[in-house]
T-cell receptor
Framework: QKEVEQDPGPLSVPEGAIVSLNCTYS??????FMWYRQYSRKGPELLMY????GNKEDGRFTAQVDKSSKYISLFIRDSQPSDSATYLC?????????????FGPGTSLSVIP | NAGVTQTPKFQVLKTGQSMTLQCAQD?????MYWYRQDPGMGLRLIYY???????DKGEVPNGYNVSRLNKREFSLRLESAAPSQTSVYFC???????????FGPGTRLLVL
């Protein structure tokens, strides 16, 4: 079993739709949960960052963490064509010497005008 | 403030050739990382450097070497390139005590 699993998509939605992106993980010791957005031929950039369980909202984006289910989600409201990108979930906080970060493989999202 | 920069942007090598990928950051971060990204595999850590003068292996270090030249620069060297090293390479940096990593634009490497 991979440490972090993520549906690779591709996911295609019409403009204005609500998008739900999800990751599951196997190591209950993870404490920090992140979502990165990666545009084509660019490096990943941090979108959302959450510590432990709960919700965090930033504009049209909401990140949810359910540690009991080992499940994290990113919701995008009123999706825009500019949201078309690959979304990578990432987790850390295992207390290793280099603060190991595990990335999911990414979900490719297309928002159609 | 350029953030994390990488050179070259794209490179084609023949099997057995060597090359060095360069990375520099201007954010005064202590930690720097090299990842490779392959389709369906996500980002996999090759090497990291927790501070100037220290380097350690990540998940997939075989076939690579690194040098932390100073606080700003962290280079990745392929001594004898193999087709399995065809990938997109990303450098990242992070400040101590903060989980966020900042990534460079990537180097696309094709080994024939």
């Amino acid at each position: 079993q991979k440490e972090v699993e993520q549906d690779p998509g591709p996911l295609s939605v019409p403009e204005g739709a609500i998008v739900s992106l999800n990751c599951t993980y196997s190591n209950s010791a993870f404490q920090y949960f992140m979502w990165y957005r990666q545009y084509s031929r660019k490096g990943p950039e941090l979108l959302m960052y959450t510590y432990s369980s709960g919700n965090k909202e930033d504009g049209r984006f909401t990140a949810q963490v359910d540690k009991s289910s080992k499940y994290i989600s990113l919701f995008i409201r009123d999706s825009q064509p500019s949201d078309s990108a690959t979304y990578l979930c990432a987790m850390s906080g295992l207390g290793t010497s280099y603060d190991k970060v595990i990335f999911g493989p990414g979900t490719s999202l297309s928002v159609i005008p | 403030n350029a953030g994390v920069t990488q050179t070259p942007k794209f490179q084609v090598l023949k099997t057995g050739q060597s090359m060095t990928l360069q990375c520099a950051q201007d954010m005064n971060h202590n930690s720097m990382y090299w990842y490779r990204q392959d389709p369906g595999m996500g980002l996999r850590l090759i090497y990291y450097s927790a501070s100037e003068g220290t380097t350690d292996k990540g998940e997939v270090p075989n076939g690579y070497n690194v040098s932390r030249l100073n606080k700003r620069e962290f280079s990745l060297r392929l001594e004898s390139a193999a087709p399995s090293q065809t990938s997109v390479y990303f450098c990242a940096s992070r400040q101590s005590g903060v989980e966020t990593q900042y990534f460079g634009p990537g180097t696309r490497l094709l080994v024939l």
